[in-house]
T-cell receptor, first 114, second 117 residues
Framework: GENVEQHPSTLSVQEGDSAVIKCTYSDSASNYFPWYKQELGKRPQLIIDIRSNVGEKKDQRIAVTLNKTAKHFSLHITETQPEDSAVYFCAAPVGFRSNYQLIWGAGTKLIIKP | NAGVMQNPRHLVRRRGQEARLRCSPMKGHSHVYWYRQLPEEGLKFMVYLQKENIIDESGMPKERFSAEFPKEGPSILRIQQVVRGDSAAYFC???????????????FGPGTRLTVL
């Protein structure tokens, strides 16, 4: 069925260390993979996305990697800072909605320990 | 260019009352999505609308819930005869074109936090 699985559900890292969040998807035809960040009490906001024609994309401390064969993509945050604490959501177009809509992962709560 | 607007930001209703949530998409955006988010949980898709059309309402309960996006004015998510289980944050998002396959970002509003007493 249509599915996007996200792991881990909670991630706690020391400030300055790296954090990695992984998502797997079920539809091999999926071609667009955004990551959204939601701070406590606020709206989700797009932080980075990747299309299926590339394997990696970087934006300062944030990077996303895509493995189409294995059907998974990951968010990498390096040199983590307190303001990185938030819930992160991945998404992908999957299944019968794939022509127009995204399926969302369940979210990862990232905690940056000082 | 104002972002996606939602009102009210907080709404308190007693069981059995009606809740009306409004979403004004960004200027130029004709695609609206409604999501529900329970505390400590992810975004659950409810409905996707274009102007005057419901494209996909498969995520919305068939009873008590309805949505519209008229030619003029905001999109409305309506919940009739609310129950305690309807308490959640309701987010709308808009995009200028379809998110897929054109890879357009969904811009989220600040959400409406509905509390049912």
């Amino acid at each position: 069925g249509e599915n996007v699985e996200q792991h881990p559900s909670t991630l706690s890292v020391q400030e300055g260390d790296s954090a990695v969040i992984k998502c797997t998807y079920s539809d091999s035809a999926s071609n667009y993979f955004p990551w959204y960040k939601q701070e406590l009490g606020k709206r989700p906001q797009l932080i980075i996305d990747i299309r299926s024609n590339v394997g990696e994309k970087k934006d300062q401390r944030i990077a996303v990697t895509l493995n189409k064969t294995a059907k998974h993509f990951s968010l990498h945050i390096t040199e983590t800072q307190p303001e990185d604490s938030a819930v992160y959501f991945c998404a992908a177009p999957v299944g019968f909605r794939s022509n127009y809509q995204l399926i969302w992962g369940a979210g990862t709560k990232l905690i940056i320990k000082p | 260019n104002a972002g996606v607007m939602q009102n009210p930001r907080h709404l308190v209703r007693r069981r059995g009352q009606e809740a009306r949530l409004r979403c004004s998409p960004m200027k130029g955006h004709s695609h609206v999505y409604w999501y529900r988010q329970l505390p400590e949980e992810g975004l659950k898709f409810m409905v996707y609308l274009q102007k005057e059309n419901i494209i996909d309402e498969s995520g919305m309960p068939k009873e008590r819930f309805s949505a519209e996006f008229p030619k003029e004015g905001p999109s409305i998510l309506r919940i009739q005869q609310v129950v305690r289980g309807d308490s959640a944050a309701y987010f709308c998002a808009s995009s200028p074109l379809a998110t897929v396959p054109l890879n357009n970002e969904q811009f989220f509003g600040p959400g409406t936090r509905l509390t049912v007493l």
